[in-house]
């Protein structure tokens, strides 16, 4: 094992002309780690539950912040340059997905039972992200006042940016949740479409690009944290929406900058912003108080 390894272990693999680029901040050259089988196994479960718990744990703040009228996007940061924690994973938004954290963390959570031990911070991690979406939910709820009827765009299915992965996607849990409130969804995503089509069927409408699927849409809300969704024309956006409301899962915005392009903006952890002289109130027919 040590020599199959070797190019990747003494770093010559990375010198190749054919080489992949590396990983984001990876160690180069690579430790090999000898543990037993089920170190190994556990090495993989308990880091998963880790960077999950990371997940909750800013969710869980940004919650208190908004509470409190804080900004958890400079709390983050705050918290961010001490080395102890460093700021991956402490990017607050609608919850974890994907097929690995929420697997991992039941599977971790079961051996630690039948070993005799209670795992209850695990079961925390969970509820959080499980209300995570509740909270969201009723986010968009305050926003519109009422859901049903109302005509909403969708920026993101997959569970996150730069994956057609949509399992245990809390984008395809927040729609599914939307459609059973009545809601009309037109949704985009740059690759996650087609593995939606199979699970959701004509039950929503799919557009071409992220400008098609607000058009003439009550609010906007977004998913995912795709690059293209950080880099939208706003002013051609504004013309888009029905209402200019955008309702950001994954704060991908600065809400002075928004407020500024004329958008009621809420996020999560962070006060809503709304045009000079506009208050955040919204009527039932969607129009502003």
Not at 8 to 15: I, S
Not at 97 to 106: A, L, R, V
Not at 241 to 262: H, T
């Amino acid at each position: 094992m040590r020599e199959i390894y070797a190019p990747l272990t003494e770093g010559a693999y990375y010198q190749r002309s054919y080489a992949i680029p590396q990983p984001d901040r990876t160690s180069i050259p690579a430790p090999l780690i000898v543990t037993s089988t089920k170190s190994a196994e556990l090495i993989k479960h308990a880091s998963n539950a880790f960077l999950a718990m990371k997940i909750s744990f800013i969710n869980a703040v940004a919650s208190v912040c908004e509470s409190v009228g804080s900004n958890v996007n400079q709390v983050v940061h705050g918290i961010g340059t001490d080395s102890r924690i460093g700021p991956r994973f402490l990017n607050p938004g609608i919850g974890y997905g994907g097929s690995c954290f929420p697997k991992d963390i039941m599977a971790f959570r079961a051996v630690a039972r039948e070993s005799g031990y209670d795992f209850r911070l695990l079961d925390e991690v969970m509820r959080i992200n499980e209300e995570q979406r509740q909270r969201f939910l009723r986010k968009v709820r305050n926003a519109l006042w009422t859901l049903r009827g109302k005509s909403l765009g969708v920026l993101g299915l997959a569970f996150k940016g730069g994956t057609d992965d949509i399992r245990e996607s809390p984008a395809i849990f927040v729609v599914q949740a939307l459609l059973q409130e009545g809601c009309k969804i037109t949704a985009y995503d740059p690759a996650a479409m087609d593995r939606t089509r199979e699970v959701l069927g004509s039950r929503i409408n799919f557009a071409n690009t992220a400008y098609e699927a607000s058009r003439d849409a009550d609010a906007l809300l977004i998913l995912t944290e795709w690059e293209e969704f950080a880099n939208l024309d706003l002013k051609r956006l504004r013309r888009e929406l029905k209402y200019p409301i955008v309702i950001d899962g994954r704060n991908l915005y600065d809400p002075a900058v928004m407020a500024a392009e004329g958008f009621t903006y809420y996020s999560i952890g962070r006060p809503a912003s709304q045009p000079d002289g506009v208050p955040t109130a919204v009527l039932k027919n969607g129009k502003k108080a």
